[in-house]
């Protein structure tokens, strides 16, 4: 059973996400809030400053100016009798009045000392203080108008004082703020790099091994299980890739073991029908005229199709595996080139196609499985027989490359070549060009076959072409067969 197992979810991407998302929202509101709060009480404080504390500092000024005027000209009179002192002391006073009824209207904490001081008027002067005229003379004894600038003076101090705490307050409260702010600020910031960094680190492993997966089956045709690194959607995604790759290769499997029945069940039959026929056609079971041999010579030309396609077929499903048994020998490969040429010559020759090897001079001995990699030249060739135009060339290179390490074989033809589109898929099982598979045979398995050979040995293999001039296959393999 390949049902898809949902794997516990711990935290999900979009759960990392919000997560991220309110951690940086928490301290943005925090920090929000608290400059809020100090902004706030700096306003309360600069508020006071402004409005209660200069004010009573420019009243008591006025205080202090008039009680000078009053003494000042108080003196005077008593001195020079002058009515002219008189209405500056009746001014002073006024203005002494005005400025105590001012300061009584701000009702701040320490506002008692004034009401006192306006107590003391309105003692001294209860006409005044009513908004009266003042009936009798308006003179006040020095020790009266002393205690007065005394309070006044005290009085003025302490709201000096009170101001000066103020803004020393102030100056904390902002200092502080800014200290908030940029913590906040910063930590926010930092918050928010952490959490694109721990989203990015987490998205990027999984995305990663993803990736790997699934170019291992594109490029290769490679069908590997990815590992599951989180527990998210990604590792969901994951666990399905695993599932579908072991789905896909259960199928390989048994199309493989399908193929491998049919073509033995096949096998067996069309062996005695061969038989028989080549029996008719060497004429043991009598007198056979020419019009039958023709027809039993097509029989037998198409019978031999269909076995060399069989074994093709079973050589793919004994490979289905990729796991290829090996019987390495130490053999001269430029002795099975030609070998390989001669045994693609017939089909060449039907063409009218020349077979020309380019073999190299300094060509050594290889260590591999010989009979395999004949088969995968086998394949090249022929292909190239096959592709090629009548009255064409194919070239069989051989050289060492790899300052003499590999052994480098290439085919080349002047055939249609292959499209680039198409030039990704060649090597795949059962792929067959689309222009190719409605003017020729085949089904699809000689380049999958090399491919494997030539992979087994630790080579590689890869084509090079231009669409309608041709193409090169090229495969190389280590001489030594350290791989095989
Ligand atoms: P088959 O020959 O049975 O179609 P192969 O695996 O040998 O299968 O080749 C796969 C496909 O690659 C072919 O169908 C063809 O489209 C393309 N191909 C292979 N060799 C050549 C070549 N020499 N020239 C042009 N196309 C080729």
Redesign the pocket.
Known sequence: MYLYRRPIKQYGILFKMLAVYIGILVVAYFTTSTLLIYIKESVNISRDIVKVRFEVLSISQRLVDSLLAMEENQKKYEIVHSEEYKKNFLAALNEYKNAIWSILWFRYESFSVWEELHAEFRAAFPELAQGKALGGEPWIDQETLNKWMRIVVSARQDNERVLESGMRELFRISEVAVNRGVTGLTVSIGLGLLGILYLTYSLRRPLRELRRGIRAYTRDGRLEPIRVLTKDELGELAAAFNDMTSRLKEEERMRADFIDMVSHEIRTPLTSIRESVNLMRERVLGEVNERQKRFLDIASDELQRISAMLTSLLKVSSMASQIVDLAPVTFDPAKLVLETLEKAAPAAEAKGIRLTPRLGRDIVSVVGDRELLGQALY?LIG??V??SPPERTVLVGLEMADGGQKLLVSIT?E????PEE?QPH?FNKY???A???RT?D???????IAKTIVEAHGGNIWLSSLAGKG?T?YFTIPVDGTTA
């Open positions: 394949n292909n190239a096959k592709f033809d055939g249609p070549g292959i198409e060649v792929y067959r060009g222009r190719t598979k020729t085949g089904i699809g398995l000689g380049l999958s193409c296959f």
